[in-house]
């Protein structure tokens, strides 16, 4: 059966294909020569098919030319430098690292040094570059995966490190589950830990963190960091579930004492003023911690202490779930009260709509929304949820301020 020719009035691949090669070439020749985006890519995939060697080449050119640069990138021009970066980015995982890794890992060495001198000549007011690199950042740590068992690739990416710390930690964090721990602990045994320069400590203690080495990322802990109720629930995590439970009890006792080196987390207490505001993260992991300790009854406790002062769902529903049967209905029915009398009609609209339980939601609408004082930002969602049902209440929300 004989083909039949692409529709003259569709452009897509096709019916460009259609055309023949060396229609597509000179297309292609004339619209490259006012595209240097295009000129370049065509170089770059025509370097790709060539093979390995010219492939380096060609995105070594380019790479330093754009490091050498010193002018600087208007907002006009900088998405052509974001899709520049794009384009080397891709030619480097696509068509370079599948064939040659340690290649492609040096070479993406490279793609994430640019960076610094960028931020210093790029007008980048909505943060597109840097989310560029951040976005990428998964994609560095699975081609090193790659290039793992060569020691020379990874001590040049350790250095890499080494030398913008700060970055990298940015893009360790990123790094999703590309980075295995069996890399971060490599990258480790050849860095300084100890090292001064700033923004080293965060770099390492990332890595730390990825290659599960607790002991060294506690060392990195400092007493400033220790005084933060945040900080303090992160460690006593960490320390709990590697069943180290009474070091986890330090680590959050360590953000209830004022002192020198926590007073600005402890809003300037002195040791006499008594505990400190604590957050919500400290107050989750004392539960976690209270659970470890076999200390059940005090965990649950403080789960509804939790949810009668925040209405907080996720600490009712685990009191729910510890609670034997028909206990939890009685609970429940307990803590919806709670909610329908709590302070703020917004807060307590709110938990109901998620819960769910429209019933008692529009109940509270039709009893106090007499109290709304500032516009509800959930307003017009929270009616048309209960307009099927309840559309009295409904409209009664509606007409709230």
Request: hydrophobic content about 50%; charged content about 30%.
């Given at each position: 059966?004989?083909?039949?020719?692409a529709?003259?009035?569709?452009?897509?691949?096709?019916?460009?294909?259609?055309l023949?090669?060396?229609?597509?070439?000179?297309?292609?020749?004339?619209?490259?020569?006012?595209?240097?985006?295009?000129k370049?890519?065509?170089?770059?995939v025509?370097?790709?098919?060539?093979?390995?060697?010219?492939?380096?080449?060609e995105?070594?050119?380019?790479l330093?030319?754009?490091a050498?640069?010193?002018?600087?990138?208007?907002?006009?021009?900088?998405?052509?430098?974001?899709?520049?970066l794009?384009m080397?980015?891709?030619?480097?995982?696509?068509?370079?690292?599948p064939?040659?890794?340690?290649?492609?890992?040096?070479?993406?060495?490279?793609?994430?040094?640019?960076?610094?001198?960028l931020?210093?000549?790029?007008?980048d007011?909505?943060?597109?570059?840097?989310?560029?690199?951040?976005?990428?950042?998964?994609?560095?740590?699975?081609?090193?995966?790659?290039?793992?068992?060569?020691?020379?690739?990874?001590?040049?990416?350790?250095?890499?490190?080494?030398r913008?710390?700060?970055?990298?930690?940015?893009?360790?964090?990123?790094?999703?589950?590309a980075?295995?721990?069996?890399?971060?602990?490599?990258?480790?045994?050849?860095?300084?830990?100890?090292?001064?320069?700033?923004?080293?400590?965060?770099?390492?203690?990332?890595?730390?963190?990825?290659?599960?080495?607790?002991?060294?990322?506690?060392?990195?802990?400092?007493?400033?960091?220790?005084?933060?109720?945040?900080?303090?629930?992160?460690?006593?995590?960490?320390?709990?579930?590697a069943?180290?439970?009474?070091?986890?009890r330090?680590?959050?006792?360590?953000?209830?004492?004022?002192?020198a080196?926590n007073?600005?987390?402890?809003?300037?207490?002195?040791?006499?003023?008594g505990?400190?505001?604590?957050t919500?993260?400290w107050?989750?992991?004392s539960?976690?911690?209270?659970?470890?300790?076999g200390?059940?009854?005090?965990?649950?406790?403080?789960?509804?202490?939790?949810?009668?002062?925040?209405?907080?769902?996720?600490?009712?529903?685990t009191?729910?779930?510890?609670?034997?049967?028909?206990?939890?209905?009685?609970?429940?029915?307990?803590?919806?009260?709670?909610?329908?009398?709590?302070?703020?009609?917004?807060?307590?609209l709110?938990?109901?709509m998620?819960?769910p339980?429209?019933?008692?939601?529009?109940?509270?609408?039709?009893?106090?929304?007499?109290?709304?004082?500032s516009?509800?930002?959930?307003?017009?969602?929270?009616?048309?949820?209960?307009?099927?049902?309840?559309?009295?209440?409904?409209?009664?929300?509606?007409?709230a301020?």
């Open positions: 059966m004989a083909r039949r020719p529709s003259p009035k569709r452009l897509n691949a096709a019916s460009l294909a259609s023949g090669a060396d229609r597509l070439g000179e297309l292609l020749m004339q619209a490259a020569d006012g595209d240097a985006l295009l370049r890519r065509l170089r770059l025509l370097a790709a098919e060539a093979g390995v060697e010219p492939l380096t080449v995105l070594d050119k380019r330093t030319a754009l050498s640069a010193r002018a600087r990138v208007s907002w006009r021009k900088r998405p052509d430098l974001l899709r520049d794009d080397l980015r891709r030619a480097v995982v696509v068509d370079l690292a064939t040659a890794p340690v290649a492609g890992l040096d070479r993406l060495i490279a793609w994430f040094d640019l960076f610094r001198g931020t210093l000549r790029v007008k007011p909505r943060g597109e570059m840097t989310a560029a690199f951040e976005t990428a950042a998964p994609e560095l740590w699975t081609v090193a995966q790659t290039a793992l068992m060569d020691q020379a690739a990874m001590e040049r990416l350790a250095a890499a490190i080494e913008h710390p700060l970055d990298y930690a940015r893009w360790i964090g990123a790094a999703g589950e980075l295995s721990p069996e890399l971060a602990r490599a990258l480790l045994a050849l860095m300084d830990t100890g090292s001064g320069i700033r923004g080293a400590r965060t770099a390492v203690r990332r890595l730390a963190d990825r290659a599960e080495d607790l002991d060294l990322w506690l060392s990195l802990v400092t007493p400033d960091e220790q005084g933060s109720p945040d900080f303090a629930a992160a460690a006593a995590r960490r320390l709990l579930t069943g180290r439970v009474v070091e986890a330090q680590a959050l006792e360590a953000a209830l004492k004022p002192t080196a007073r600005r987390f402890t809003f300037g207490r002195s040791p006499s003023a505990p400190p505001p604590l919500q993260a107050e989750a992991a539960i976690d911690l209270l659970e470890a300790e200390r059940k009854a005090e965990a649950q406790d403080l789960r509804w202490v939790l949810f009668e002062r925040d209405l907080s769902a996720p600490a009712l529903r009191y729910l779930s510890r609670l034997p049967d028909f206990d939890d209905v009685e609970a429940l029915d307990r803590a919806l009260a709670h909610a329908a009398a709590y302070a703020d009609f917004e807060t307590a709110g938990f109901l998620d819960w339980v429209h019933r008692e939601a529009a109940a509270l609408v039709e009893r106090r929304i007499r109290e709304v004082r516009p509800l930002a959930m307003k017009a969602d929270w009616a048309a949820r209960l307009a099927q049902k309840y559309p009295d209440a409904a409209e009664r929300l509606l007409a301020p």
